[in-house]
């Protein structure tokens, strides 16, 4: 249901029919120019929140802007209140207890664990631990939109089934994980690609509390938060990362990633893949889920020969309807009927699952944000003016028309400030850090076919400028 | 919190259904699946069963063989899901114009559908049900024909599909299979519903869902037909859900989860092959509610006083 307020103007049914006849060409034309597989350049912050674990935004070229934060408490797990307990027999214990799960799996637990003993194999963490709310404005928290994405975040999130078990401390105390999405612009297209996205940068970045007490007792943590372990640890034996959602649409034979709100609105089909990464490098499909293309609540084109508004007179409904459904669809504009073809929806989830396709570019893309916020931190604590200095200059000479990069933009106030690292090696003198503007530009090659233009900064940098004033003294 | 003295309350620390102590030796046993992986359970469908709504029907998958245990507590869950439909009518005076049917779906648990009582507001995952419903829905509706009007599609689950087995570990019942069969279950039965009420339709959907179950010590997982969450504990990897069109050879809807890794594609056949078992009887349902409604089942032999519901079994071929 659109929100109430909303002043788009639907499409006429001659917009709609362009649109569709232009991307159902071989290859299509779209209104932006892309090609199909081109992503549109966007702007991503990670560590932007001081008090929550972890954060993100990202701001999309068409000026949709998303934040999300996850914070992490700790909870006590509750207690196994079977009344028969039993270590000898195999008799399964029943719980007793209003609306309570039911047993813990003391005894059917793993093979390999004793029963009784209270030590857990496998299967330690709960999917409940994730709790995530979606903000959509306009849209109240029960309507049909926030519901579905939020259901399609998590349920790719909880799907591999090793974030729970990270959120484990012990037999009586847990982490629960509260992932809280905004999306702080009005909803122009479908959000879920975007929020997805920032999803994943900002569980990236999340960090928990290094445990110091051990086993059962109550846990205590290490005050310090250099020693933080990130949630999604970056060993090279394990290359665990969260899942990514792509929204994937097709017109005709064509299928279109990244698609825009025109795009959408003549849809034929539209799925959203959610992949993650395997421990061999390889990508997985986690969920696939349709959404229902917009482009069915659009209004049908009228035929010239039942249009009255030519002087003759209109036929009667009856006739009307046979004369329109026995025109050709590519001249008049209908809305789609039926569903899409077995073999469409094979060949889209093969685009997006494949090697060196679309999934692994994005989530290349998103891994080099994270390597140069990294590379950032190093230099800053290393004290490496060289590297100031040549990114600075590299910054000099930067032309929007020229590069064919994804932008990263990092905030090494805002990283001070969390780490307690020193920012003073960027501040040599009030007018530096103006000119600077607390920005460090970090160029990451992208393969060909992610193709970003500079978008203008201006709205965050006014913003950034404030925040930077206080640090001077 | 202030005890609420207007009105006779339940007990303060909730309730729950009496549970009876086992005998020190009994064996619990799960239930295996015993069916072949691409045979479908029996499923029972009958429309008509609402008089005063535009159209209705009712969905079962009863209890395949009962099975004997000295235990009270029932071992497995069926499904029954019942539907009505209400439209096409006029939208609301003050509703702005819309050019295409307005349908909406609403799905609801009943609170005792399930072994742990769910409530009576609506929570997120039935309406999530209702989001997918809606898109198998959408698909198969001629909208354009009902400008101006909205069609109302309200599904009762009085039985659900339960996510594992009962007496299971608790790692079992995560994931949610249960949800893709009584999905695949509320496709079928809305379905029949908007037959019913005679809404356009371009054709009859039909749900169908398939799961990737581990297989015996082997990493390829077996696929499986119509999956009982409750005989695989566990051992579900992946599912999938399908709203498919059979004459048209499309897909309305699709929902998949979990790993399926490099099956995935045979999953979506197996789901819809799932569908179209499910299609057959969903046809010869709709073709006897005709037949019924033309007329035509006073002249033949029918004979009334059978009872109300009495129909040959229909042998479910793909």
């Known amino acids: 249901m659109p929100p109430q307020y909303s002043t788009a103007l639907p499409l006429s049914p001659a917009e709609l029919s362009y649109l569709h006849t232009s991307l159902s060409f071989d290859p299509p034309i779209r209104p932006d120019g892309r090609t199909a597989t081109q992503f549109r350049p966007l702007i991503a912050e990670t560590d932007v929140l001081p008090s929550a674990n972890g954060s993100a935004r990202i701001c999309f070229a068409d000026g949709t802007e998303a934040v999300v934060g996850v914070k992490c408490e700790v909870e006590r797990s509750p207690s196994d209140r079977s009344i028969l307990r039993s270590k000898e027999d195999d008799v399964k214990r029943l719980v007793t207890g209003g609306g309570d799960e039911e047993m813990r799996d003391e005894s059917s637990g793993g093979e390999d664990d004793e029963v009784g003993n209270g030590s857990r194999g496998r299967g330690e963490g709960r999917n409940e631990w994730v709790e995530m709310a979606i903000e959509i404005p306009g849209y109240r928290d029960d309507d049909a939109l926030p519901v579905f994405l939020s259901a399609m975040i998590t349920e790719a999130l909880v799907s591999d089934g090793e974030l729970k078990n990270r959120l484990y401390i012990n037999q009586r105390f847990h982490w629960r994980l509260y992932i809280d999405i905004l999306l702080l612009s009005s909803p122009l297209s479908y959000p879920l690609p975007l929020l997805s996205l920032t999803t994943h940068l900002a569980l990236l970045r999340t960090r928990l509390p290094a445990l110091v007490s051990e086993k059962d007792e109550d846990p205590h943590f290490n005050d310090d938060w250099e020693a933080a372990t990130l949630l999604y640890p970056q060993s090279d034996q394990t290359t665990t990362r969260p899942p990514v959602t792509l929204l994937v649409m097709s017109v005709g034979d064509n299928i279109i990633f990244d698609p825009s709100k025109d795009e959408l609105a003549v849809a034929d089909a539209v799925l959203t893949v959610s992949i993650g990464k395997t421990p061999s490098s390889g990508l997985r499909l986690l969920s696939v889920r349709t959404v229902d293309p917009p482009s069915r609540l659009t209004a049908p084109g009228v035929p010239n020969s039942t249009n009255s508004a030519n002087g003759d007179t209109a036929p009667p409904m009856q006739e009307a309807l046979m004369l329109r459904e026995a025109m050709d669809e590519h001249s008049l504009w209908r809305p789609p009927r039926g569903g899409m073809k077995r073999a469409l929806v094979g060949r889209m989830i093969k685009m997006v699952v494949d090697k060196n396709g679309v999934g692994e570019e994005v989530l290349e893309g998103l891994e080099g944000v994270d390597k140069a916020l990294e590379e950032c931190i190093t230099a800053i604590e290393a004290k490496d003016t060289e590297t100031a200095k040549q990114w600075e200059q590299e910054r000099e000479t930067y032309t929007p028309t020229t590069i064919d990069e994804l932008i990263v933009m990092l905030n090494p106030i805002n990283t001070a400030l969390n780490g307690g690292r020193s920012s003073r090696v960027w501040m040599r003198t009030k007018d530096d850090v103006l000119n600077l503007k607390h920005r460090v530009v970090r160029r990451i090659a992208a393969s060909d076919t992610i193709n970003n233009f500079l978008m203008d900064m201006w709205a965050a940098e006014v913003h950034r400028a404030s925040p930077s004033e206080v640090w001077l003294n | ?318």
């Open chain 2, 1 to 318: 919190m202030q005890a609420d003295r207007r009105r006779l309350n339940a007990p303060a620390g909730g309730t729950a259904p009496p549970v009876f102590a086992a005998l020190p030796n009994t064996k619990l046993q799960r239930q295996t699946r015993t069916r072949k992986p691409d045979e479908h359970r029996k499923l029972f469908l009958q429309t008509g069963i609402v008089p005063s709504a535009s159209g209705s029907a009712y969905y079962e998958i009863p209890p395949q063989s009962q099975q004997q245990t000295e235990l009270l507590v029932p071992q497995t869950s069926s499904l029954k899901i019942t539907c009505t439909v209400h439209g096409p009518r006029p939208l609301p005076r003050n509703a702005a114009f819309s050019p295409n049917l307005l349908l909406s779906t609403h799905v609801k648990f009943a609170p005792f559908a399930t072994r742990n009582r769910r409530g009576y507001v609506r929570d997120a995952s039935e309406r999530d049900l209702g989001a997918h419903l809606e898109t198998a829905l959408r698909g198969v509706v001629i909208g354009e024909r009902f400008p101006k009007s909205g069609c109302e599609v309200v599904v009762t689950v009085l039985e659900g599909e339960e996510d594992g087995w009962w007496a299971g570990s608790a790692e079992g019942k995560e994931g949610g299979w249960g949800m893709m069969s009584v999905l695949a279950g509320c496709i079928t039965v809305a379905s029949a519903a908007l037959v019913d009420a005679g809404i356009d339709c371009v054709d009859l959907v039909s749900g169908g869902v398939a799961a990737v179950v581990h297989g015996a010590g082997g990493k390829d997982g077996v696929l499986v037909l119509d999956p009982a969450p409750s005989e695989h504990d566990g051992e579900i990897r992946a599912a999938c859900v399908v709203g498919y069109l059979q004459s048209r050879d499309e897909v309305t809807e699709m929902w998949m989860k979990g790993d399926a890794g490099m099956q995935a594609e045979q999953l979506i056949d197996e789901a819809v092959k799932a569908a179209s078992l499910a299609r057959a009887v969903l046809a010869e349902t709709v073709k006897e509610a005709a037949e019924i409604k033309l007329g035509k089942g006073d002249e033949s032999a029918v004979p009334v006083n059978e009872g109300k519901g009495k129909s040959k079994d229909v042998v479910m071929t793909g």
